[in-house]
């Protein structure tokens, strides 16, 4: 047995004698003090702990059976504290059944619309964009090597237009949506006096933080396009202006950064910038009639 062997050997011995002592711990919430038991507790997470930072990563894998007793520990811990707060609580299931009786009860009937707006205040939705989801298991296409075929003669024929403008569109979702933040923050930029706008002011929603992030993409394909301009303020934070076409020509390739965003950072922001509503708004989905409209207004500023 080489020493690796050994010492998970050893490890899983002390696992057991902790998991024993916690087993009798168990058996005796109630006559022992809250105080004693506690202290016997946190010894155990303790001892617990000091045994899981021995040895290495390489080590676990190789003997499982040590993860299993660690969590088994950890289960067995979390249970006899339930049993310990539960036995020394003054938490009453008559009290609590007569607080909700008088909650509801209003002249001999029983009105539970107060307690379901009391739940409706706890409970709420998680936001989701699509964007976010990415691929999600989709595998790697093979590539296969295809043969170079002879050029066919092209035969002109007679042009055929699409019945509806949607179905021309239809697979275009994601450049509609650029081109709707790319309008607003040009009508932004010249409300502005076409001044740099600081760029987390301008991507931040203080109400959602999905749609923080869901800006922060779409920027990211502005300034992949050349649409706009990224680059350090006075104060050091990022900020963004339009880009215009002498700097796309002079220079064609962007370059990349990494903005690290998270939800400290956005609170940090929003006090920084005084941020009390979002300045940018994408819709989750674009219809028929919006394309339209939108076609137009391209075709009128052409």
């Not at 507790?41 to 660690?70: A, F, M, W, Y």
């Not at 298991?137 to 295809?146: A, C, G, N, S």
């Not at 021309?168 to 949506?177: F, Q, S, V, Y």
Request: charged share 30%; net charge negative; proline share 3%.
């Amino acid at each position: 047995m080489n020493q690796s062997a050994t010492q998970s050997t050893d490890r899983k011995q002390r696992y057991k004698i902790l998991y024993d002592d916690l087993t009798n711990l168990h058996n005796t919430i109630g006559v022992r003090m809250v105080s004693e038991t506690c202290r016997a507790v946190r010894n155990i997470i303790q001892t617990c702990d000091d045994i899981h930072r021995e040895g290495s990563i390489g080590d676990k894998l190789e003997n499982p059976s040590e993860v299993v007793i660690d969590a088994q520990i950890i289960k067995s811990t979390h249970e006899s504290i339930s049993k310990l707060l539960l036995a020394n609580s003054e938490f009453n299931d008559g009290i609590y059944q007569n607080a909700i009786s008088a909650l509801i009860s209003h002249n001999d009937t029983e009105d539970w619309r107060d307690i379901t707006r009391m739940a409706i205040r706890c409970c709420s939705t998680v936001a989701t964009k699509s964007s976010m989801l990415g691929a999600i298991d989709i595998e790697p296409k093979e590539r296969v090597v295809k043969e170079r075929q002879q050029r066919k003669r092209t035969v002109l024929s007679q042009e055929q237009r699409p019945e509806t403008i949607n179905q021309l569109k239809r697979d275009d979702r994601g450049a509609e949506k650029v081109n709707i933040l790319l309008k607003q923050v040009s009508d932004l930029f010249r409300a502005n006096n076409r001044q740099p706008i600081p760029y987390y002011q301008l991507i931040i929603d203080p109400h959602n933080f999905m749609n923080t992030v869901e800006n922060a993409f779409q920027m990211a394909f502005l300034a992949r396009d050349g649409n706009i301009a990224i680059e350090s303020g006075i104060d050091g934070n990022p900020q963004v202006r339009l880009a215009s076409k002498d700097e796309i020509e002079m220079h064609p390739d962007t370059s990349q950064s990494i903005c690290s965003l998270n939800m400290d950072l956005c609170a940090r922001m929003i006090d920084l910038y005084d941020i009390k509503e979002a300045m940018l708004y994408v819709p989750t989905d674009i219809d028929e009639e919006t394309q339209l409209e939108q076609i137009e207004e391209e075709g009128e500023s052409d």
